[in-house]
């Protein structure tokens, strides 16, 4: 079976906390969460669980997400206690044969939109918070929120990745209003080469 592989992670602290965005693997993963189709259901990983959560993601045939590539695994890599490790780790995930959407939808529109754009105009269903909401959860102590929210993030992804394979489409909002975008994905997808992912500063 191809064993695919949806996932988001939330952080523990702001790129502003850890001294800008090209310091993305010392922000923590605070939460991170797994909807395997293998046994179709979701899979929870705390703070401290983040190896094991790397062990889940290297098993998968295609690890889906949106900005993965460029943040999420970075953060991962984040988890080794030295620099030399960190990138050591980066580069094996980074070899892992992944489909982010935000990279494909950047190739053929030119520029970068918001998962929640996406969600709104393709699935009719928003996001219920935001990345910041879950930093304040996180010093609040209050973890069960911010799986409920990774969890969310997770399902829309799926849902909106299942949607462009079904459909053929996706729609976005824009400033001229609500547009669609023709795409032919696939889950034979390739991974892109390192050479063509997208930084965190395109």
């Keep these: 079976m191809f064993r695919i592989l ?3 992670l939330e952080t523990k602290y702001s790129a502003e906390e850890v001294g800008g965005w090209g ?7 605070s939460v991170g969460v797994i909807w395997d189709s293998l046994d179709l259901d979701y899979h929870v990983y705390l703070e401290h ?3 094991a959560m790397i062990e889940h993601i290297r098993r998968g045939d295609l690890i889906v997400g949106f900005n993965h590539v460029a943040f999420d695994l970075r953060v991962l890599a984040g988890s080794r206690p030295t620099d030399q490790e960190r990138q050591q780790l980066y580069m094996e995930l980074l070899a892992l044969n992944h489909f982010d959407m935000l990279v494909e939808l950047k190739k053929i529109i030119g520029h970068r939109l918001r998962l929640d754009s996406i969600a709104r105009s393709t699935i ?5 918070a935001d990345g910041l909401q879950a930093l304040t959860w ?3 102590g209050r973890i069960e929120k911010i799986i409920d929210y990774c969890k969310q993030d997770v399902e829309v992804t799926r849902l909106i990745h299942e949607h462009a394979l079904q459909h053929g489409q996706l729609s976005y909002d824009s400033r001229g209003g609500v547009k669609t975008v023709a795409l032919s994905w696939s889950i034979e ?8 992912q997208m ?4």
């Design 138 to 140: 996180y010093k609040e």
């Design 199 to 202: 930084s965190l500063f395109d």
């Design 23 to 29: 310091n993305v693997m010392d922000m923590g993963m």
């Design 124 to 128: 009719q269903h928003g996001k219920s």
């Design 189 to 196: 997808a390739p991974a892109p080469q390192a050479s063509e």
């Design 49 to 51: 669980q983040a190896p």
């Design 6 to 8: 949806y996932f988001d």
